[in-house]
């Protein structure tokens, strides 16, 4: 449906056009006003911060502060600023997100295309795995990765990634497949396909949409997440979010504001990059997350 | 597509030999890792939690039942009690917020409007940005002293006071008002796609009978609407349950213990309160409240596929 038409007198209904338009200005300068200032805050210098107002504009802008929190800012013991933990986060992000894209590309070819007696337990199973609050898997990890001599690296945190998005991707790719021909399967099985070639030759190519849909997903959720790394990677091997947030929290020395916005704004970049460049994909994501089947 | 009957179902059943059956196998056997990882790593761990919940761990893992006296020691925690009571305020607020800013927009996004494509992702941006980083510029916009406080007083209004960020009364609707900016236009992407999948012609018939604009919303869209606002509901509050890094980044569950949340609580008494057999019976809570919520709604989503 497109809103139905007014069937009232031009001069109210010219009246409500006003008043609508008006609305959604006023929420669109709101949602962008934090965007704003955490931006202008990251181009000024700490004494126009603190002499003048929040909104105004910066008189002298200048990218002191970014260069301060990408190489100098003081993060716990060591000031190296922020760049180490942002190549831990891209380290982490690229394996994470290209092993649980491709086992829920298989999983989910499996449990539409291969069905077994259990299936669909089996996708319960994984699907109810996506809800669960990380807090009651959390002790367990940590000793794990502890005896695994994997706690504080990069390589636990994508092993970690993998497995709690497996639920997610997993999801994504049944129900794209879910709505694949069978016939072209079993055509494919007549002239003597077997299972990886269907699934390379066939579902593969065709499945481009769902897989930037679930590359972009996972891109997001494991760049942003803060829970998992500041559980098991609180050191030299953090990511992005864990340094950021010890580096804002850090009540040592000058609070310098500027170099914690442009911080935040470094860590924001990658993911509002995807977003302004795929945003459709990204919003078909959070959709096939949140509304399930 | 019938559950049961898969593609290979046709398949003769009879000649098995070693290959075939190794090529029957294939699919389980592709999808046997991920299914043993999910189990061990997510159900396996949860049953650990639960057991650890049971016994008298402090800064390790120790095995010694102690019944329930976890559970019973954190019932009697002041802490526990306040991280309850503020999740219920932060989540009532935080759906009701969201759902009410999420359909406003929606709706009125979807009066043929000009300019839709550039609106839409502005509401829907902070989504994809980390709670960390939404924590960070919402501390800072809140600033007593620097922040919003300080602009107000800027344009003349020189009484205005703007503390919550401080002040353990009202610090736990900063974190609603962090968390409506994050999730809201998320809520109305999800409304505009219901409003968008609504028949016209249900609508010109009404309009053909005389109804009015607010009625039609009232009495024909939103109860058609009924499914999205479902779905918002769970997600909004399984959101709201597992919310912990927009409180670390702004308010560090303080002043005091202002905000703290289960998810704060959880964290802490395992980590650095050394109580870890607190910590995983409030990790089990946890868990209890969220599958009250989650079971219900996927089984009867899975069902409904079946029909």
């Known amino acids: 449906m497109s809103a139905p038409a007014d069937s009232v007198s031009p001069g109210s209904a010219r009246a409500a056009r006003y008043f609508i338009y008006g609305a959604l200005l006023v929420f669109a300068l709101v949602y962008l006003t934090p965007l704003y200032v955490m931006l202008t805050t990251s181009l000024k210098s700490l004494d126009e911060i603190r002499g003048g107002d929040m909104m105004a504009l910066p008189v002298a802008p200048s990218l002191d502060a970014w260069f301060r929190a990408w190489g100098e800012a003081c993060i716990g013991v060591t000031c190296g600023g922020i760049k180490g933990y942002f190549w831990n986060s891209l380290k982490m992000v690229v394996p994470a997100v290209a092993i649980s894209t491709l086992l829920g590309a298989l999983n989910g070819y499996v449990l539409t295309k291969w069905r077994f007696p259990g299936h669909k337990i089996v996708f319960g199973m994984m699907l109810f795995a996506c809800f669960i609050p990380f807090q009651a898997v959390l002790i367990p990890m940590a000793r794990v990765l502890g005896i695994l001599g994997m706690s504080n690296s990069t390589a636990g945190l994508v092993l970690v990634h993998v497995i709690y998005g497996l639920g997610f991707t997993t999801l994504f790719f049944r129900n794209y497949y879910e709505a694949f021909p069978d016939e072209l399967i079993k055509s494919a099985m007549i002239d003597g396909a077997g299972f990886f070639r269907i699934f390379w030759r066939i579902l593969l190519p065709s499945s481009g949409p769902i897989i930037v849909v679930t590359v972009i997903y996972q891109f997001t959720n494991i760049w942003n997440d803060f829970l998992f790394g500041v559980s098991f990677a609180s050191g030299e091997g953090a990511p992005m979010t864990v340094a950021l947030n010890n580096l804002v929290s850090s009540s040592t020395g000058v609070k310098e504001y500027n170099v914690d916005m442009a911080a935040a704004v470094i860590a924001a970049l990658p993911t509002l990059f995807v977003y302004i460049v795929a945003g459709r994909y990204f919003v078909r994501g959070l959709m096939a997350g949140a509304v399930k089947g | ?307």
Not at chain 2, 210 to 221: D, F, L, Q
Not at chain 2, 266 to 294: C, D, K, P
């Open chain 2, 1 to 307: 597509m019938n559950g049961s009957s898969s593609a290979v179902a046709a398949r003769p059943q009879a000649h098995r030999g070693l290959a075939d059956r190794l090529r029957d196998g294939l699919p389980r056997l592709v999808l046997a890792p991920s299914f043993a990882l999910i189990l061990v790593f997510v159900y396996g761990f949860i049953l650990w939690t639960l057991t650890l919940s049971f016994t008298t761990s402090k800064i390790l893992p120790v095995y010694t039942f102690a019944g329930f006296d976890a559970y019973i020691r954190l019932w009697s925690q002041p802490n526990w009690h306040m991280a309850l009571g503020n999740l219920a305020i932060f989540g009532v607020l935080y759906m009701t917020a969201c759902i009410a800013i999420g359909l406003l927009l929606a709706i009125l996004l979807d009066q043929r409007i000009r300019g839709e494509g550039v609106l839409r992702p502005i509401f829907l941006y902070p989504m994809a940005l980390s709670f960390v980083v939404t924590g960070t510029a919402w501390k800072w916009f809140l600033n007593p002293g620097l922040g919003l406080e300080n602009t107000m007083r800027n344009l003349g209004w020189e009484s205005f006071t703007f503390d919550w960020l401080v002040n353990k009364d009202m610090a736990i609707y900063t974190i609603v008002i962090a968390g409506v900016w994050q999730a809201s236009g998320f809520v109305m992407a999800m409304f505009l796609a219901g409003l968008r999948g609504i028949d016209s012609e249900i609508i010109k018939a009404a309009q053909i009978d005389g109804a009015s604009t607010v009625s039609i919303y009232r009495r024909i869209i939103l109860p058609l609407l009924r499914p999205v606002f479902l779905s918002a509901l769970i997600v909004l509050a399984h959101m709201a349950i597992k919310s912990y890094d927009l409180v670390i980044a702004l308010t560090g569950g303080g002043p005091g213990n202002a905000t703290e949340l289960p998810s704060t609580f959880m964290y802490s008494y395992t980590f650095t309160r050394n109580q870890m057999a607190v910590g995983s019976a409030s990790a089990v809570m946890m868990l209890m409240g969220i599958a009250a919520i989650i079971v219900p709604y996927l089984y009867s989503e899975l069902r409904e596929k079946d029909r």
